[in-house]
């Protein structure tokens, strides 16, 4: 009976070192779903398009200075989605419209994107952005050279008080 008993045993120790390594195995497997899970579950939320962009101005004019730099703002909805590969569409060739290359953009990965305007001749333009199928609001601006206008409304100034001097001494002879 002691050989039973010593079998017995054996068994039950056995059996429980299976039920240890078992467990030990589902620990492990559960663990590596839980990371395999979390995961897809970033990728998904790196791949993640906007459901909508705005395009914001850092400015109030809407007649622009020839030869300037203008700043936007671009946000997207849900605020934390990534706004990666953006086209920057302008429908003239007056302006250049691109990304803005800031430090803290590159600090702040949540910072909004920055996008910059430069304006080369006087005109109409009107711009958007867009990733993927969705795109912005899109904005309009008048172009035009603030120097040459005070330019030529202080040479029309100037040529009405000529004017006016040379008709005052007629009239008095």
């Known amino acids: 009976m002691t050989q039973m008993k010593k079998k017995k045993r054996r068994k039950r120790r ?9 467990m030990i195995l589902a620990g492990m497997a559960l663990i590596l779903l839980l990371i395999i899970i979390g995961i897809f ?38 605020e934390k989605v990534k706004l990666k590969k953006i086209k920057y569409e302008i429908d003239s060739d007056i302006a250049t419209f691109k990304a803005a ?8 990965k ?8 430069h304006t080369n001749a006087e005109g109409t333009i ?13 904005l309009t601006f008048t172009i035009v050279d603030k120097a040459a206008r005070e330019a030529e ?9 000529m004017q006016q001097q040379q008709t005052q001494p007629q009239t008095e002879s």
């Open 14 to 22: 056995m059996s429980k070192r299976r039920q240890a390594k078992l």
């Open 41 to 78: 579950s970033l990728i998904a939320k790196l791949f993640k398009k906007p459901d909508s962009l705005t395009l914001s101005p850092n400015f109030t004019e809407q007649e622009l200075d020839i030869n300037s730099d203008y700043t936007f703002s671009i946000t997207g909805k849900p």
């Open 153 to 161: 409304a202080a040479q029309a100034a100037l040529d009405a008080q």
């Open 101 to 108: 290359d800031t430090d803290k953009d590159k600090k702040d």
């Open 126 to 138: 009107t711009i958007s952005v867009k990733i993927s199928k969705v795109v912005s609001n899109t």
């Open 110 to 117: 949540d910072a909004k994107q920055q996008a910059i305007l």
